[in-house]
């Protein structure tokens, strides 16, 4: 069984630039969220697909934007980036037939200069 | 309120001791609450998790126990190793909702040997 996977694993842009970050999930897994975790704190709920259809989103402006594919991978796009959008980005992924359980990627580091 | 307060920050314990971690949470909309352990540059991983139908809940060396009524639960690591020193977060969901974990901010953990 393959867990989930991230890729690109660092990233550096610079301000005003877009980036995308993709996403494998757990095969079994039909639920892909993301999440944002800045330095020394908890990871941020940015927005869950499932169906390939947005199904909740936090607190995050609109320029953060996903997509989910029949395969269940997801991309997450960021447009017009800011310096405080340097962070590390988790993607987890769950099934909406098993437990709450979600299992988390290992991120993307994302630097923004 | 969708916050969940966790303590200490820090802390720092003898190989051998018992290591206590504490959350607190305001929304009785929870009902799912997770612990994840992440070390540096890797995803946060699943440790164990519990409902609030029951007020612990042991897996190993790990316990987790919950007081509803205080809205309170905490992560005890029994006979805590070296290899245990990481970032523990605390989290809780809403199932009813998107599957969205709200985060503590983390304590970070070291077990001198």
């Known amino acids: 069984e393959t867990g989930v996977t991230q890729s690109p694993t660092h990233l550096i842009k610079t301000r005003g630039q877009q980036v995308t970050l993709r996403c494998s999930s757990q095969s079994g897994h039909n639920t892909v969220s993301w999440y944002q975790q800045a330095l020394g704190q908890g990871p941020q709920f940015i927005f869950q697909y499932y169906r390939e259809e947005e199904n909740g989103r936090g607190n995050f402006p609109p320029r953060f934007s996903g997509l989910q594919f029949p395969n269940y991978s997801s991309e997450l796009n960021v447009n017009a980036l800011e310096l405080d959008d340097s962070a590390l980005y988790l993607c987890a992924s769950s099934s909406r037939t098993g437990g709450n359980e979600q299992f988390f990627g290992p991120g993307t580091r994302l630097t923004v200069l | 309120q969708q916050q969940v307060k966790q303590s200490p920050q820090s802390l720092i314990v003898q190989k051998g001791g018992i290591s206590i971690i504490n959350c607190a949470y305001e929304n009785t909309a929870f009902d799912y609450f997770p612990w994840y352990q992440q070390f540096p540059g890797k995803g946060p991983a699943l440790l164990i998790a519990i409902r609030p139908d029951v007020s612990e809940k042991k897996e190993g060396r790990f316990t987790i126990s919950f007081n509803k009524s205080a809205k309170q639960f905490s992560l005890h690591i029994m006979d805590s190793q070296p290899g245990d020193s990481a970032t523990y977060f605390c989290?809780?969901?809403?199932?009813?909702?998107?599957?969205?974990?709200?985060f503590g901010s983390g304590t970070q953990l070291t077990v001198l040997p």
């Open positions: 989290a809780a969901e809403n199932s009813g909702s998107a599957r969205q974990l709200t």
